[in-house]
């Protein structure tokens, strides 16, 4: 079942200049029957080649795809001026020398800062010493986590190194203004590609220590079939200890895994259309037997854990990728899905919520651009909206 409360009737997909609608890369199935549906959208709704939607503007649209979201404030703040109080959101864009990651500040309510035409900062600038690449590879996937204490973000994202590791995992200290402390750190290299990654502070429920460590984990595919693994890693961004294999299926792919510090969900395709399977933490290790967290009937694919939510995406023929998301419980499970977006014949993608709001990538005009909506217990509050958009 799909519940629909958000749905809009926005935009028409020109699918004369629509890019192959994305997906996981580590996610073959998803991405192969997407371009076929895209192929069957063309033929059923008899559309033309018609003029892309942009083709008005100066120079040509770039796509701001798999975004991700944090809130920032300042727990110390003594005034109002020492409050930050405000959103950060990262993606990946190809400004002309490989896709990069970018970043853009949103005010408390949800909205832009400069407005949606700002086109954002580059968050890693040109860096140079041993361990980079020279020039960088494509990076990917970004996801990122707020330390209020430190009042610094941590990034982890992939980058591609060619061969023989093909995709690495690494991590970088951001400060609030959105731009990295320092070099990336390699956080899961070496043969076959890990990718995915996503990251938490780690709840632990003894040891009373006043550091907060971060979990990364991530997906990899060194074994053939995708697994995922765990890093830990200390809030100076030493890792403690090598990757661990969190859970890795018997003979079927766990991909794309997502955490909120105190369980970890993946796609997991065990069953005959992928579903959101999980594992719990105690301790910052695995605790307990996997469990289905959340599906529908379709394929389910892209979680992401926001504060006592998930949000991901479905596929559906007619409407191309939609969001769903449930609330999460404080016993790591959910009920619903009591959340939907659906435009018809454009793509929802890569969903992420924080604070109450709700951000993804969505190709409505052609290109993808970025979409936000504010939400209540993972229910809409008001319509949808640019955050970043180039059209
Ligand atoms: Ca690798
Ligand atoms: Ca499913
Ligand atoms: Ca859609
Ligand atoms: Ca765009």
Do not use: C
């Not at 991590?171 to 990718?195: E, M, T």
């Not at 936000?372 to 217990?377: C, E, S, Y």
């Amino acid at each position: 079942m799909k519940a629909n409360q958000a749905q809009t009737d926005l935009g028409t997909l020109d699918v004369g200049s629509a890019q192959q609608p994305t997906s996981r890369a580590g996610h073959p199935r998803i991405r192969a029957f997407i371009g076929a549906t895209a192929a069957a959208l063309f033929l059923a709704a008899g559309l033309s080649a018609a003029q892309p939607a942009y083709a008005q503007r100066q120079g040509p649209a770039r796509e701001q795809k798999t975004p991700s979201l944090v809130y920032m404030t300042n727990p110390d703040a003594r005034n109002r001026t020492e409050q930050i109080d405000s959103y950060f959101m990262a993606w990946v864009e190809d400004r002309g020398s490989g896709a990069d990651l970018y970043g853009k500040r949103l005010f408390q309510n949800g909205l832009a800062q400069g407005g949606p035409d700002k086109q954002g900062i580059q968050i890693l600038r040109q860096l140079t010493g041993p361990g980079r690449n020279d020039p960088p590879g494509e990076r990917a996937d970004p996801d990122m986590v707020y330390n209020a204490q430190r009042q610094e973000i941590y990034v982890v994202f992939s980058e591609f190194k060619g061969e023989p590791d093909g995709w690495d995992i690494y991590a970088v200290r951001v400060a609030v203004s959105g731009y990295a402390k320092g070099n990336p750190r390699l956080i899961a290299g070496g043969p076959g590609d890990q990718q995915h990654p996503d990251v938490a502070i780690l709840n632990d429920d003894r040891g009373g220590s006043s550091n907060e460590d971060y979990v990364v984990v991530f997906d990899d595919n060194t074994r053939d079939l995708d697994e995922i693994k765990m890093v830990r890693v200390r809030e100076n961004g030493i890792q403690r200890g090598a990757a661990t294999t969190l859970f890795a299926g018997e003979a079927w792919n766990a991909t794309d895994p997502t955490t909120n510090g105190q369980v970890v969900a993946w796609v997991d395709d065990r069953d005959a259309d992928s579903e959101i399977w999980a594992i719990r933490l105690r301790n910052g290790i695995p605790n307990g037997e996997d469990y289905r967290l959340a599906g529908t009937d379709d394929d389910d694919f892209a979680p992401n854990f926001g504060t006592g939510s998930l949000v991901w995406n479905v596929y559906d023929a007619a409407s191309g990728a939609d969001i769903v998301g449930v609330q999460v419980y404080p016993n790591q499970r959910t009920r619903g899905p009591n959340l939907g977006i659906v435009v018809p014949a454009a793509d929802q993608s890569w969903p992420v919520i924080a604070n109450g709001l709700l951000l993804w990538s969505d190709n409505r005009d052609g290109q993808f651009d970025l979409y936000a909506m504010r939400t209540v217990n993972v229910r809409s509050r008001g319509r949808e909206y640019a955050v970043l958009t180039d059209r």
